[in-house]
């Protein structure tokens, strides 16, 4: 039995790192299922899913801090006016956009731009945790009222 829990846990913890990545997918779903499955305790489930989303979006962070070494590239994903409008809406709105994280198309490139920008460490891992565990934990409420 603690092999499947275990296996349940590590399912939703590396769903919702993925999906906290610019991987286009979702860990909603798995959590949910996991919530109406009725056998693994509330907290355990929003543990698992919060901190595997929250490390997905330090990842975004990271490549954020070391992107621009390859900006001058041919490859560079991102055309130069589209990093400076994202750059400029960040310095608009600041870190406290890192709110938003959890909100799906541009929660994960605002945790990327977060990186570029110099973002400290503390504060957005502050920010992006209060919005991780505030939208796992508004969707728990949703599904289990």
């Not at 962070?61 to 809406?89: C, M, T, Y």
């Not at 938003?100 to 198309?105: D, H, M």
């Amino acid at each position: 039995m603690l092999s499947l829990a275990l296996a349940a846990h590590a399912g939703l913890f590396l769903s919702a790192f993925a999906a906290a990545t610019l991987l286009p997918l979702q860990s909603e779903a798995v959590l949910v299922g996991l919530l109406l499955g009725d056998q693994y305790p509330l907290w355990s489930l929003l543990l698992a899913a919060s901190l595997g989303n929250v490390l997905g979006s330090l990842v975004n962070w990271l490549l954020g801090r070391g992107i621009e070494r390859w900006h001058g590239s041919r490859w560079f994903p991102v055309s130069d006016a589209a990093l400076e409008k994202a750059q400029r809406h960040y310095r608009r709105f600041g870190c406290w956009s890192l709110l938003l994280s959890w909100a799906p198309v541009i929660g994960d490139p605002l945790t990327l731009i977060a990186g570029v920008m110099r973002e400290p460490l503390w504060r957005f891992l502050l920010l992006v945790t209060v919005a991780k565990v505030g939208r796992y934990a508004v969707l728990a409420w949703l599904t289990l009222v």
